[in-house]
Every structure is written in C-alpha cells, then in structure tokens.
Nanobody, 124 residues
Framework: QVQLVESGGDSVQAGGSLRLSCAAS????????MGWFRQAPGKEREWVAT????????YYADSVKGRFTISQDNAKNTVYLQMNSLGPEDTAVYYC?????????????????WGQGTQVTVSS
C-alpha cells in the first residue's frame, strides 16, 4: 500500500502562485510515476501533470503547460506542483496519485493510489 498526503492548497488572487506537495509513504517502490489531477465542481476529473520517478520525465496537460511544473524530491518521497499565473479556471480540488503499468499516464485508471485532495481557489 502507498499513502499519499497532499498539502499546500489555498485561496489566491488571479495571477498568483501556489506550490502543492504530495508526500508518499508505505511501499514507495511499487509505483513508476506520480501525477496530479484536478476536479472542479460539476466537472470530470482532469489530468494535470505526470512525473516518471526514475527518469524524471514530465508531461503536462495543454491547459497548464508553461505555467505549472511538477518535480520530485526523492529523499523525501515527495512530489510538488508549482503553479504560476493562476486563473479562476484553475479552481479545483487537486489530487495526487501514484501508479504504474502500460495505460497512458494521463488517465485516472492508470493510477492505483490517490490522496485525499487539496482545495485551490483562485479569485479574479
């Protein structure tokens, strides 16, 4: 089992920045990549970014490319999501997830473990 705990969600003004953290514990060797998803009220869960643990390769949704950065601190088993130039459209609950396998890492079903989520609210 892998436990994921997110933190860093907050309310900010448009144009501001936030950094989300996701601390992993348990069988941290059992996943190949970690990702961030978000879900706004009334909308489906949306993939945001993925980082492959070994290669550190990163992938982003077009909606956040150039504004968000996913990174990791292997010593702390923690993944971060630096979010800049935030807009109201970024308002959502943000979830981190860990997974492995052959499914595209942009799909929720590619992930086996999920955190509880952290709220990000961006006001205009």
């Amino acid at each position: 089992q892998v436990q994921l705990v997110e933190s860093g969600g907050d309310s900010v003004q448009a144009g501001g920045s936030l950094r989300l953290s996701c601390a992993a514990s348990g069988y941290t060797y059992s996943y190949d990549y970690m990702g961030w998803f978000r879900q706004a009220p009334g909308k489906e869960r949306e993939w945001v970014a993925t980082l492959y643990k070994t290669s550190s390769a990163t992938y982003y949704a077009d909606s956040v490319k150039g504004r968000f950065t996913i990174s990791q601190d292997n010593a702390k088993n923690t993944v971060y999501l630096q979010m800049n130039s935030l807009g109201p459209e970024d308002t959502a609950v943000y979830y981190c997830a860990a997974g492995g396998g052959v499914l595209p890492a942009s799909r929720p079903h590619a992930y086996n473990y999920w955190g509880q989520g952290t709220q990000v609210t961006v006001s205009s």
